[in-house]
């Protein structure tokens, strides 16, 4: 199985990076992942972060990086289902690729 890591605003997705299987995302590969969106997205300045409250999202060096780059990262509250943007997000994804198969991971990045 393959993760999807997926950055979307209010009308949608914005980026997504596939991992492959039996990666593990940790701390330093989520700084790697910011500072790809973050260049991507920050030009405008005007975006902040939310993300729950995994491991990865918290990590010393993670929260150091944000604060280096002045980003604002809004609280995510503990045990708060209704604010886990995903549960809204990953319904419609599944429905958009309904029926799509990919013969390998390169495929599914054009999606």
């Known amino acids: 199985m393959t993760l999807l890591i997926a950055f979307f605003d209010s009308k949608g997705l914005i980026h997504h990076e596939f991992v492959q299987a039996g990666t593990t995302v940790n701390e330093e590969s989520y700084e790697g992942r910011i500072r790809r969106v973050r260049q991507h997205l920050y030009q405008s300045g005007q975006w902040k972060l939310l993300h729950d409250n995994a491991r990865p999202h918290t990590a ?42 990919f013969s390998t991971l390169r495929r599914s990045n054009n999606v």
């Not at 604060?67 to 503990?78: F, G, N, R, S």
Request: charged share 20%; hydrophobic share 45%; with cysteine.
């Open 60 to 101: 010393i060096r993670v929260r150091h990086f944000l604060a280096t780059c002045k980003m604002t990262v809004l609280e995510y509250p503990p045990y708060s289902p209704d604010l886990a943007l995903a549960n809204f997000l990953f319904p419609r994804l599944k429905e958009a690729m309904k029926g799509c198969t």
